[in-house]
Structure formats: structure tokens, C-alpha cells
């Protein structure tokens, strides 16, 4: 690290965290039943309408328009890769994969009670999903208190395919259903399918006509629309709405998938063969969901987030964020393609809503960190109040003045006008500078808080800045849980847990006080915008390490140090530790690298290398906590 640098510090703002019951009171999964005894087939059973054909034998092609690219496949990524998606809120991200949270975890104010198989009561959708999770075993029957009654049963006949469940309802009063075809596809026979004779799910999601079913006199005459996302183990997990007559409509039904095919288009993670036209269109058809997981373009209206993976259109503008950078729910009709007009996502009748619980759920986790978003009444603010002179000094080239409280998480790291990053520092000698403007005097908004601690990475190098990142920790106000009061003027960034956030091209900004055009020395904080760029090992061959990341100056006609290819923008030897920081669809903003070093500042061929955060997010939540560092896949 730069000895004579500005460090951006995380400052971590924690939310109330709710009790919740201990793991020892958790009800214990017992296996769900599969079948319905009362629920006979109907005799006599008429041959299924098949929409969905099983696989072929047709040889993949060479290329494919939507489906790459190759080296992406070939990691055989699924939806527990959660380097590309969300984790669902009965999970977390360890190491990019999504493991089973314990039940406890799960918050449980303001959702829905359910009743699982065993007869006991979870406290929420998420608290049961947990279990299921961890036992591998669908436990959930459906939402309510009622829990000693009927329960949800499921039947899938052998010959027809035709699906049938019975629904209790919240008084635990069973009421035998057909599923309807109006939105069933291949994600929800998977589920139907799926056990211990089917582990791969289904070959194919089918129809039944109705009207040919009519001989049976016990054939229920409503069904419900099921929908699934693909992870679920019953489709009591899936979301179930719009009850209507059965009569002159086609009803659900699936054909299990036994033996592969001799010829396989697509070869999912779980070696699982489908069409190549299945993939990349929004739907689960593989099970694990491989086959939406490295697309160039989607099929069928389905949502492409940048990160490649393909959503739903029902996904898009439903409250509930898919893409890493919150995309499907931008309010920009570009790139969410009038989400209004194409999301047709489910409206719920008389039953719950699995999605919103879910949705319930993931704000409730999410709002334990508020970061990223600056406070807008003051970042345009133009006033400053002087409050006495300081002696610090930094460097940084060219550049757009900021407002006095227009950059919310720039701090100051100081230590009587020096830094040493790369020994090992009293941290009592340092303070940390908030909402500071001019780097010779405070203003009315600016704070100043002692270090109680520095942690160096343990593999930090000196010579080759390899693990250029450190953690401060600050010392809390007397007799308080916290370390600063509250401050209009100063808001947190958000840490990014994923490499695939942002990818090349983004637009991003850094700042820090360095040097102008002229090279004189800054009198207030700067900043200006770069691109994110690949191929860095170009420019400096062995020297590029793992954990570092490069950026260039956008076209406006500025000169800050930072990082740019054509040689007007660059972050220099003033600006080391700064922030670099991007912005989601959705306006909230991540620290995504950190000043390290370049060469010959200014000059084309040489942009400035960066510290990528993301890199190191599992050191950073082992030292700050889970509820610091992260409002997503926590």
C-alpha cells in the first residue's frame, strides 16, 4: 500500500436484528406423503395430450445464438452459483455457493405461519424451506396454523401424467384440485416428478384435455395454477393461485425422465439431457438450473441480466431482484423492456403467496444494512463551513471539483500527515476523517473518530502490492454500540460480494484529493468517471495479480488519476487507497476497487491497477459479520 495515501474505510451501519427461536426448538422434518389414498385414478384413462415432445437425438450445433459461452458452460454452473445469482433467503453464499442457512436464521415478523407434514407449526415459508433445505426432504404442507388435519398430498398418474393434489386450506381442510395447464412448464414438472425413482424430474411438461376426462365421476372439477422456480422438492412450495372450473380447459400433467436419450442436445450440470431450444429461455428445464446460467441472449421473452443469465419475464418488475445489479427491477424501459407491460406475473386468489412471503423475507434481511444510497438533499449542496485548519495533505491528478457533501463515503485515514500501510501501524496514532472537503480545513459536517484497530491482509506484499487491502476498525463512542452519530452528510457503500457484478465497459467514478491539469496540488476533493476494462496483463504482464482490476478515463475532457488507456486519467501515487465506485441499475453504489498502483501516471498504455473488493469478500464478512458487509445472499 501506498504510504502516503487516502484510505476509504467501510463503514458499516448495522440494523435491529430480531430474536428469533433457538435451533433446539426447530420442529424436526419427517418425510412428506406422496400420495393421496383417497384420491383414486380415474378409470377409464384416456392417452394424454403431450405439448412438450421428449428429447431426440438431434446433434447440438456447432454455435448457438443465445446459448455460451464456452468457457462459461464448461464451470457447470447452476442456481447455488451465487457468484451470478441470488441465494433464496433459506440460504447463503459461502465461498460462491449457496449452502442451507440453520431454520433459526430465517426472520419470522410480519410473514405467514406453515404447517409442515410432521404436525408442527414453522414460524415462516423460509424457516420451513430451511429444514427442506437441510434434510434434502420436502417438509411443508401449506400455510396456517391449522397443522393437525389434512395435509398436502400430491398424485402424478402413470399412465396419463395428469397431476392432482389436495389443498388445505387455512382451517387444515383438504380440497381435492387438478393443476392447470395455464402456466405450468417444464421448471414444475421437475418438481412433480422428483423423487427418489426420478431425481432428474421430468422429460416433459403435458396436457390433458379436460373434456376427455369427463366419464370419471371423481374427477374434482376445479384446478389452480402452480407455478415453480425449480429448486422445490413438492409442489406445496411452489406458488399456487387463480382457482377456476376445470371444465373445456386442458389440464397439467408430465411424463418423468427415466433413461437419457442416445443423442443430447444440451448436457445439463446433473447430466441431465434436453433440447437445446430449452435453454436460455427463463425456465428451469434442467433442475438445477444450468441451462439459463451462461447465455449470450434469451429465448421466449425471457430477461437477459448482464451476469448471462436468463429470467423469467414474470420476473421483471416483481419486486423481487434477480439480476446482480437489480436490472429485472429497473425502472428504465430500455433495459427492463417496459417491465409494466411485460411482466404477467401471477396475482394470488385466496391462497398465499409464496413469492411474497419470499419478497417479505428478503427485505427484511436486506434492511439490516443501508448502504449505497447517498442522502440527495445534500449531495448537489454547494455550502461549507470552515472549522479550523488541519495539516493534511494528498495528491491526486486532475479531475471535477465536488461538492462539499457530494462524495458521502470518502473518508480520510490520517496519521500526522503519514502513512505506513505496509508495516505494522499503532493504529491509536490514526484518525478517520468524514465528510471532509478541503484537505487543509474540516467543515461543519465533518466528523473525526479514533482507530482502535488496522488489519493488513496477511498476504499482503510490499513489493509487488499483491493483497493491497486493509480493514480499519473504529473506536465506539463511550457507553454506545456505535462509532459515529448520525450524520446527514455520511452514508456507507455497499461491499460487493461477486466478481460478476460489474462487468467491462461500466461506468464508474473515483476520487481523492490529488494534483489538477496544471499540477498543483488540489485544494478540494476531486473526481471524475473511468470504464472498467479487461486485459490488464497487456499492460504489465507477470506484475497483474489476482485480486487486481483495471480502468480507464471516459471521454470527458478531465485529467484525474485513476486509471485510462489513452493517458488523461489515471489515479497516482496521492490517490492510493481511494475509492473506486460503481452504481447498479437500481442507484445503489459499491466499492468495487481500491487505489493500489500503476506506472508512468498520465501516459497512454498504463491505466491505474485497483484493488478488486469483491475478490476479497469472504476475508472481509470473516472480520465485519455477515449483516456488514452484505444486504444480499446473507
Known amino acids: 500500500m501506498r504510504s502516503d495515501s487516502f484510505l476509504l474505510l467501510f463503514l458499516l451501519i448495522f440494523g435491529s436484528q430480531a430474536s428469533n427461536p433457538s435451533d433446539s426448538e426447530q420442529p424436526k422434518a419427517l418425510d412428506p406423503e406422496q400420495v393421496n389414498q383417497n384420491m383414486k385414478p380415474p378409470e377409464p384413462k384416456p392417452p394424454p395430450v403431450v405439448t412438450t415432445p421428449a428429447p431426440k437425438t438431434t446433434k447440438a450445433p456447432d454455435t448457438d445464438e443465445f446459448l455460451g459461452p464456452q468457457e462459461c458452460l464448461d464451470k457447470k454452473l447452476t442456481r447455488a452459483s451465487c457468484g451470478l445469482v441470488f441465494c433464496p433467503p433459506w440460504q447463503r453464499c459461502v465461498e460462491g455457493q449457496c449452502s442451507c442457512k440453520l431454520p433459526y436464521l430465517c426472520p419470522f415478523e410480519g410473514v405467514e405461519r406453515v404447517c409442515g407434514h410432521n404436525s408442527r407449526t414453522f414460524a415462516s415459508y423460509c424457516q420451513v424451506m430451511a429444514v427442506s433445505c437441510r434434510t434434502k426432504t420436502s417438509v411443508m404442507s401449506h400455510f396456517g396454523k391449522a397443522c393437525t388435519k389434512d395435509k398436502f398430498q400430491s398424485f402424478l398418474d402413470k399412465d396419463t401424467g395428469l397431476i392432482r393434489i389436495s389443498l388445505p386450506n387455512a382451517t387444515g381442510e383438504g380440497e381435492a384440485l387438478l393443476v392447470c395447464h395455464q402456466g405450468w412448464d417444464m421448471a414444475a414438472a421437475n418438481v412433480a416428478c422428483r423423487n427418489s425413482e426420478h431425481p432428474l424430474g421430468a422429460a416433459s411438461a403435458d396436457s390433458v384435455d379436460y373434456n376427455s376426462l369427463m366419464a370419471n365421476t371423481d374427477l374434482p372439477r376445479h384446478c389452480v395454477s402452480v407455478h415453480c422456480q425449480g429448486y422445490e422438492l413438492s409442489l406445496a412450495e411452489c406458488e399456487i393461485y387463480d382457482k377456476m372450473a376445470a371444465f373445456g380447459r386442458m389440464m397439467a400433467a408430465a411424463t418423468c425422465y427415466k433413461d437419457p436419450p442416445e443423442g443430447c442436445e444440451f448436457t445439463c450440470a446433473n447430466q441431465k439431457c434436453i433440447f437445446l431450444n430449452q435453454t436460455c429461455d427463463g425456465v428451469d428445464d434442467c433442475g438445477d438450473r444450468s441451462d439459463e446460467m451462461c447465455c449470450k441472449s434469451c429465448r421466449n421473452e425471457a430477461f437477459h441480466c448482464r451476469s448471462g443469465v436468463c429470467l423469467h419475464r414474470n420476473s421483471v418488475g416483481d419486486n423481487l431482484i434477480d439480476c446482480l445489479d437489480g436490472a429485472d427491477e429497473s425502472q428504465k424501459p430500455e433495459e427492463a423492456f417496459a417491465s409494466r407491460k411485460l411482466n404477467s406475473a401471477p396475482k394470488p386468489s385466496e391462497y398465499i403467496s409464496r413469492k411474497n412471503e419470499t419478497s417479505v423475507i428478503r427485505k427484511h434481511l436486506e434492511d439490516k444494512l443501508f448502504c449505497g444510497i447517498p442522502n440527495k ?247 465485519t459479520g455477515w449483516s456488514a458487509v452484505t444486504r444480499f445472499n446473507s
Not at 384 to 403: D, E
Open 377 to 623: 438533499d445534500l449531495v448537489h449542496d454547494t455550502e461549507q463551513k470552515n472549522r479550523g485548519r488541519t495539516s493534511r495533505r494528498k495528491r491526486v491528478v486532475g479531475g471535477i471539483p465536488a461538492n462539499p457533501t457530494q462524495i458521502q463515503w470518502q473518508v480520510a485515514l490520517e496519521d500526522n500527515r503519514r502513512i505506513d500501510c505496509g508495516g505494522a501501524p499503532n493504529p491509536s496514532a490514526f484518525r478517520v476523517k468524514f465528510s471532509l472537503w478541503k484537505k487543509f480545513q474540516p467543515q461543519g459536517t465533518t466528523d473525526i473518530v479514533p482507530v482502535a484497530d488496522i488489519r493488513i491482509h496477511p498476504n499482503y506484499v510490499a513489493s509487488t502490492y499483491e493483497n493491497d487491502i486493509a480493514l480499519v476498525q473504529l473506536e465506539k463512542l463511550p457507553f454506545k454500540d456505535h462509532c459515529l452519530e448520525d450524520n446527514p452528510a455520511v452514508r456507507a457503500v455497499c461491499v460487493p460480494w461477486t466478481t460478476q457484478l460489474f462487468p467491462p465497459n461500466h461506468t464508474c467514478s473515483i476520487s481523492g484529493w490529488g494534483r489538477t491539469a496544471d499540477g498543483r496540488g488540489a485544494q478540494v476533493l476531486l473526481w471524475a468517471n473511468v470504464s472498467l476494462i479487461s486485459g490488464c496483463e497487456s499492460s504489465y504482464k507477470h506484475r497483474f495479480k489476482p485480486g487486481m482490476m483495471c480502468a480507464v478515463r471516459r471521454p470527458e475532457p478531465v485529467r484525474l488519476c485513476a486509471g485510462d488507456l489513452d493517458g488523461h486519467v489515471d489515479s497516482c501515487q496521492g490517490d492510493s487507497g481511494g475509492p473506486l465506485v460503481c452504481e447498479d441499475e437500481l442507484g445503489v453504489s459499491y466499492l468495487w476497487g481500491i487505489v493500489s498502483w500503476g506506472e508512468r501516471c498520465g501516459h497512454p498504455g498504463f491505466p491505474g491497477v485497483y484493488t478488486q473488493v469483491a475478490h476479497y469478500f469472504e476475508w472481509i464478512r470473516l472480520h
